[in-house]
């Protein structure tokens, strides 16, 4: 090699430069996401048909009794903005993880059938056995747990290619999504905006009882997920890289997959299947912050402020109430399209 | 014809089996069908005796017995018809493609018939069935043109999996864009409902009689392209070197299926994977010959269909589980275990 070396010392310094500036655009970025959030969070508390200003909400919160201001955010607005707020967090999380982990964007856990088992269960706990709180969201859970086994048992061939993973995980979601309609067909009694719910997703009518679990499981499994998201990264390099790199593959796959569908399972056991919601956080956020870091952080506040700004929008934008998946899905459809569009033109490894 | 992922079902079965093994496959098809169209004359939520079904068949309706299966006559026509034509479709878009994952419900063509013929519900004061028909018609061939350019994009071309990704993502997408249209609208969310989930049980004569038209063209369009079908499964080089004009034969079976699956759409509600479990099953029987493929999918569609809305109706009385329900559970499995059998790479 006679070419001239290179200039080590400024080489480095570049690189060095490049990575701070990296850095501290995503700290810029997740500060304003995280802004972002918080001020969708409490227009949610505030605006709606009657406007309560800060003063009023934060004395409700802290539980002052406000006449009027008490039963409309206490028990209307407020729940719903927290389920909001930790579902979408949880869908974020839980669909940026999947991605992460297959390494392919298409693999997240609505597309792949995850929330489609959590919320036919829901559905059939619901309907069928007129179960309801801790026992809907333990059932969500066995099935979603259930669906995700199956669907990597029935991929797995000489290990798992993500297309037919994706592809079978579609015809689970098929046959999972017509036992929905079955079921909700054979409820007593047909309402739509109840039915949305388990198709689509929905929150309307949310009440304390189910934002609780969801806001625990984000507080539980959150973290457990977050603290893994260095191993997350070195085992989308492949697992010998990983293991290579000191991570113990196996043990970071169970306790990665046990915890994103337990969150999968839970937010949708509250609020249904919001529509692409875990979908979208992940591509969305990788566009914001660039690659190379962990997407986990963003990808969660990018999942929360979907589902808050699509639930405002959908419940006084239009003369119709529409459930906030019906907007997330009319959002996330052309994505949809777009991303599949650019796969297939920039190789087609599909 | 790309390395990755192609067609290898019809290739590795023989491409001629003896005229007599087919004759008594489509014999024993139609034979089986009129078991299963009586059985659907006579079994049902209501039971009824034999002499009554006799008596309904020749116009009788003087007891709730002989009303009850009177009722049934049309839903039965319309079974067979929407089978059929569901089944043919799936064969020729098989062919059209030569794609062993086409078929009308998850190549998102019937999502894109229902779409067009909700906002025609809901906007352009669409009542009638004929009304329907056309619309379904134009959303089914702009969404299987449009699910199909997609696909076809990048390396490869058109290859199942990803022509099966595409049609699946763009059905997601329709789906959404469908609830949206739909919730503002009490008023039609609940026929909507019955039509959505994919059922015969609301046949009519009516419904039967608009609808026959369109399928007895699309039943000819397809019928006509058999040969041409069979070039075409050699791979358009040879198709063309054989004397075939390619992209006409194309896009004549492609019109015939676009049109049967559009109509059967409009007047059944999108009813998916018949179109994906008949054309296999045939195949095994009568080998790679749409000469004798065809007709027999058009059989073997009738066949499913009436007998899934037989079960639909045993299994869950009083009430009805609908046909788009049962042929989802039976077709899914099946779904994925071709896509099981496609060599994919690894990524």
Redesign the interface.
């Known amino acids: 090699m006679s070419a001239p070396a290179v200039d080590a010392p400024s080489t480095l310094r570049t690189v060095t430069r490049t990575r701070v500036r990296g850095a501290r655009r995503r700290r810029l970025i997740v500060l304003t996401l995280l802004v972002l959030v918080a001020a969708a969070f409490a227009t949610s508390l505030m605006a709606g048909h009657t406007f309560y200003p800060a003063h009023d909400v934060l004395r409700v919160i802290l539980g002052e009794d406000v006449p009027g201001a008490s039963f409309t955010v206490g028990r209307l607005r407020l729940p719903r903005a927290v389920l909001a707020l930790s579902a979408g967090f949880g869908f974020g999380l839980a669909g940026v993880t999947f991605q992460t982990m297959l390494?392919?964007p298409?693999a997240s856990p609505d597309?792949i059938g995850i929330s489609a088992g959590a919320s036919t269960a829901a559905a059939i706990a619901i309907v069928i056995f007129s179960l309801g709180g801790t026992e809907v969201s333990a059932v969500a859970i066995a099935a979603a747990l259930g669906v995700a086994l199956l669907v990597y048992t029935?991929?797995f061939?000489?290990?798992?290619?993500?297309?037919?993973l994706?592809?079978?995980g579609?015809?689970?979601s098929?046959?999972l999504?017509?036992?929905t309609?079955?079921v909700l067909?054979?409820a007593g009694q047909?309402d739509?905006q109840e039915a949305?719910r388990w198709?689509?997703g929905s929150l309307n009518g949310t009440t304390w009882e189910e934002t609780v679990p969801t806001v625990l499981a984000v507080l539980v499994l959150g973290p457990v997920l977050l603290s893994q998201a260095r191993n997350l990264s070195a085992l989308s390099l492949g697992d010998d890289t990983a293991s290579a790199l000191g991570v113990r593959v196996e043990r970071t796959r169970v306790v990665v997959i046990v915890a994103a569908v337990g969150l999968i399972a839970f937010a949708t056991a509250a609020a249904g299947p919001i529509?692409?919601v875990a979908f979208l956080s992940g591509p969305i956020a990788a566009r914001l912050v660039g690659t190379g870091g962990s997407l986990l952080v963003p990808a969660s506040l990018v999942g929360a402020l979907l589902v808050l700004v699509a639930d405002f929008t959908g419940q006084y934008a239009?003369?119709?109430r529409?459930?906030v998946?019906?907007v997330t899905?009319?959002l996330?459809?052309?994505y949809?399209?777009y991303l599949?569009?650019r796969?297939?033109?920039?190789?087609?490894?599909? | 014809m790309s390395a990755t992922g192609t067609l290898r079902a019809p290739n590795a079965l023989p491409m001629r089996r003896s005229a007599r093994v087919r004759v008594v496959w489509l014999l024993v098809l139609a034979a089986v069908l009129l078991v299963v169209m009586t059985a659907s004359l006579a079994l049902g939520s209501r039971d009824v005796a034999w002499s009554d079904v006799w008596a309904a068949l020749g116009g009788a309706d003087h007891t709730l017995e002989q009303a009850s299966v009177a009722k049934r006559i049309p839903r039965t026509l319309l079974a067979v018809v929407v089978g059929a034509a569901l089944g043919l479709s799936g064969t020729v878009m098989q062919g059209v493609t030569r794609n062993p994952l086409a078929d009308p419900g998850i190549l998102g063509v019937n999502m894109g018939a229902s779409l067009a013929v909700v906002t025609g519900i809901a906007h352009f004061h669409l009542a009638s069935a004929s009304g329907y028909i056309w619309v379904a018609m134009g959303g089914a061939a702009l969404t299987a043109g449009f699910v199909y350019a997609?696909?076809s994009?990048?390396?490869?071309g058109a290859?199942p999996?990803?022509l099966?990704?595409?049609g699946?993502?763009?059905s997601?997408?329709?789906?959404?864009?469908v609830?949206?249209v739909v919730?503002?609208r009490?008023d039609i969310?609940?026929t909507f409902?019955l039509w959505?989930?994919g059922g015969v049980g609301g046949a009519s004569y009516g419904q039967l009689g608009s609808v026959l038209p369109f399928l007895a063209a699309g039943f000819v369009l397809c019928l006509a392209s058999a040969r041409a079908l069979n070039s075409l499964a050699l791979g358009d080089d040879l198709a063309a070197g054989l004397g075939e004009r390619v992209a006409l034969a194309r896009a004549v079976a492609a019109l015939g299926a676009v049109v049967l699956c559009g109509a059967s759409t409009a007047v059944a509600g999108p009813i998916?994977?018949v179109g994906l479990l008949v054309p296999h099953t045939c195949r095994l029987l009568a080998g790679v010959d749409h000469r004798w493929l065809l007709p027999l999918s058009a059989l073997g569609g009738a066949v499913l269909l009436t007998a899934a809305d037989v079960v639909g109706r045993i299994v869950a009385r009083p009430?009805e589980?609908?046909v788009?329900?049962l042929t989802?559970?039976l077709g899914?499995?099946f779904?994925?275990h071709i896509?099981?059998r496609?060599k994919?790479?690894?990524?």
């Open positions: 390494r392919n298409l597309i029935l991929a061939r000489d290990g798992v290619a993500g297309t037919r994706i592809l079978i579609i015809g689970v098929a046959l999504d017509s036992v309609s079955y067909s054979q047909w739509l949305m198709l689509t529509a692409f239009f003369d119709t529409y459930p998946g019906v899905g009319v996330g459809a052309p949809l399209v599949i569009v796969t297939n033109r920039a190789g087609g490894s599909l | 997609v696909g994009l990048g390396r490869g290859t999996l990803k099966a990704l595409a699946a993502a763009i997601a997408a329709l789906a959404s864009l609830s949206a919730l503002p009490n969310s609940d409902r959505q989930i998916a994977f009430s589980i609908d788009g329900i989802a559970i899914a499995p779904f994925i896509v099981r496609q994919v790479r690894s990524l």
